[in-house]
């Protein structure tokens, strides 16, 4: 269907579909609003956009950060054998939003799911498991890695819990 907007509009709404739940009429209001603002402020809304391609993972926990350790992990607060494992960076904020956790985490980028396609290959689970056979190597008797398995209570958590549990 032929497009009474100009190009570079057109484009930003395009651009906007790309983002996860968003259709075309949300991209459209998008578009939009973004056009409605002053320049200095489209430009920060650009400049926001470009300053994260320098975003990294943390070589820990996959957490994205600009450094090659994130700040909670190179916290030498944290309890370092206590670690939260999660599905998703959003899932790690939650948790840190209630300033109860004084863990670590690791991010597994998703959770096992066949209907999507997504098998343990796609997971960040053989860093997990090299993560804890490090940390089991440097402790004494006495101590252990303590693994909080923080998934959603859907198929998707539960059989990827099994999996890490197995």
Known sequence: MPSSYPRSIQDLIDTFKQLPGVGPRTAERYAFALLKLSPDEREQFALSIRNTQGMKRCS?????????????????RRN???ICVVADVQDLSAIERTSEYHGVYHVLGGLLSPLEGTSPKDLRIEQLLAR????????????TVELILAFDQTPEG?????????
């Open 60 to 76: 820990q926990c996959n957490n994205y950060t600009d450094n090659s350790l994130c700040a909670i992990c190179a916290d030498p």
């Open 80 to 82: 370092k054998q206590l």
């Open 132 to 143: 804890v056979k490090a940390s089991t190597d440097t402790l004494t008797n006495r101590q």
């Open 158 to 166: 539960e059989s990827t819990a099994i999996y890490l549990a197995k």
